[in-house]
């Protein structure tokens, strides 16, 4: 069994290279930037915020990328 990690990204706090208005596409955009980077993560939107599921193992890697994409 796989420990699984939730990030939850509010978006109030997304920066403007995010379109605000098309959280469904700004969750699209987070998965396939993990994704590129071999991080099994699933990102959704959840309301209020977003929510990014991932295997524990690949945190500090997904970290990473949610840095670089300054989401963190």
Same mark, same amino acid.
């Given at each position: 069994?796989? %420990? ?5 990204? *509010?978006?109030?706090?997304?920066? *403007?290279? +995010? *379109? ?7 969750? %699209?955009? =987070? ?7 071999? =991080?099994?993560?699933?990102?959704? *939107?959840?309301?209020?915020? +977003?929510? =990014? ?6 945190? %500090? %890697? ?11």
């Amino acid at each position: 069994m796989t %420990a699984i990690t939730t990030i939850r990204i *509010d978006h109030a706090e997304l920066p *403007d290279q +995010f *379109d605000r208005s098309r959280p469904d596409a700004v969750a %699209a955009a =987070i998965e396939t930037a993990l994704r590129e980077d071999g =991080i099994k993560a699933e990102a959704s *939107d959840v309301i209020s915020h +977003f929510k =990014i599921e991932l295997p524990t193992t690949q945190l %500090a %890697a997904a970290s990473n990328v949610l840095a670089e994409l300054h989401l963190i």
